[in-house]
């Protein structure tokens, strides 16, 4: 599916996912989301964990710095 990224402010920019979409993952407004950027693939990857006693990330991934909006 492709979408358009849509200028949000002059820091960021936003794109839009289908009300269906969004619905059949179970995501509701105000949810909070993983966003996951992969520069080598060039890929932005939107993801909810979910919630357990253990964390299941692979520790060889880096975490992303927190950007300054």
Do not use: H
């Amino acid at each position: 599916m492709k979408r358009r990224l849509i200028k949000f402010s002059n820091y960021s920019f936003c794109i839009t996912l289908p009300k269906k979409a969004v619905e059949q993952l179970g995501w509701g407004k105000g949810e909070v989301v993983d966003v996951n950027f992969d520069p080598k693939t060039r890929r932005i990857t939107v993801g909810k964990k979910k919630v357990s006693a253990k964390s299941t990330e692979p520790s060889d991934i880096k975490p992303i710095p927190k950007l300054r909006w």
